[in-house]
């Protein structure tokens, strides 16, 4: 094991580490005998991926994990054409630039979470792939991501996004975590059929351009700057679907004190869940009572106001 600071000692993928990490033998695509389809080289400590996929060898490979290692670069797993799941995660990888031209028509799905990414490419010609996670690592833009067809779930948690600029349009996309990021704005969301939002820990002062996720039933935005009411407005009228909500951590919520579930509830009555907490038969009832007084309390306000209008107006009329 190599010191922190020091370069890793080398030690590439051989024919042995191979051979012992290959199991699940199957009939190979269009016949014509059997293969292994599974590679398992997690926790190797391996820094390179010597030869693999080169020469056509292991070219039936449909799912490779090779997490916990020191990989710094992945071009030759994309040669791997029948691949269909890659873990990645916890390595040394600095750039997947290389899946820009990679040949993995069958990928669904992807780990690249816990490296050191700082942007990530077009992942275009993945044109089947479902699952995308770059959790922990060190991404700032979006930029050249761009639109992508068919991707169901991507994690970018624990990055350092300012913005979503250059996410795109994800037409397919039902679940999007964005946790632990340094967003201030939801601008940029484009997400049609999203079901599942999370941005907590975030630098959000505002919920304007939440309508990007007009299908959104579970929403956590705890732990930001919401402080406005008014921003509540944005989810009754832009999210009507909207049933699961964290608000925990605003300066909203503090401001609602121990009667936030009410408070929010009075204005969102679609909810069934808040800051984790079922929505009971009781704060139902919590939640009209609070409204029928808010109700008196404006009642009150308006009365006042035009009592206060009419002495101004009796005032002004004894000084002429």
């Known amino acids: 094991m190599a010191e922190d600071g020091e370069e890793p000692e080398f030690l590439p993928l051989t024919h042995e580490l191979v051979a012992e990490g290959l199991s699940k033998i199957e009939l190979v695509v269009g016949g014509g005998g059997f293969a292994f389809t ?73 780990d690249a979470s816990s490296n050191r990414l700082q942007k990530l490419p077009s992942l275009s010609t993945l044109g089947r792939l479902r699952f995308a996670h770059f959790g922990t690592n060190e991404v700032t833009s979006l930029a050249g991501f761009g639109d992508h067809p068919v991707i169901e779930e991507l994690d970018l948690k624990e990055n350092k996004l300012e913005s979503l600029e250059g996410l795109g349009k994800l037409e397919k996309l039902r679940k999007l975590i964005l946790t632990g990021n340094q967003l201030k704005s939801l601008e940029g969301l484009d997400t049609p059929v999203l079901t599942h939002l999370e941005v907590k820990g975030n630098q959000l002062t505002s919920l304007e351009h939440i309508a990007g996720a007009p299908e959104c039933m579970m929403l956590d935005i705890g732990s930001n700057q919401i402080e406005a009411e008014a921003e509540l407005q944005h989810l009754k009228q832009e999210v009507k679907k909207l049933t699961e909500l964290t608000l925990a951590g605003n300066p909203l919520a503090d401001n609602f004190g121990d009667t936030c579930k009410t408070e929010v509830l009075v204005r969102l009555r679609k909810l069934k869940s808040i800051d984790g907490e079922e929505v009971t038969d009781d704060d139902i009832q919590a939640a009209k009572a609070r409204e029928e007084e808010m109700i008196e309390e404006e009642r009150q306000r308006k009365e006042e106001e035009q009592r206060e209008l009419e002495e101004k107006e009796d005032g002004d009329g004894d000084g002429e």
């Open 38 to 110: 599974k590679l398992d080289c997690s926790g190797k400590d391996l820094t390179t991926l010597g030869n693999l996929g080169k020469g056509g060898h292991h070219v039936h490979l449909k799912h490779v994990v090779l997490s916990n290692n020191k990989l710094s670069d992945m071009k030759e797993v994309t040669r791997l054409s029948h691949l269909l799941t890659l873990h990645l995660d916890n390595n040394a990888l600095e750039s997947i630039d290389c899946l820009e031209d990679a040949e993995l028509p069958w990928c669904q799905r992807i």
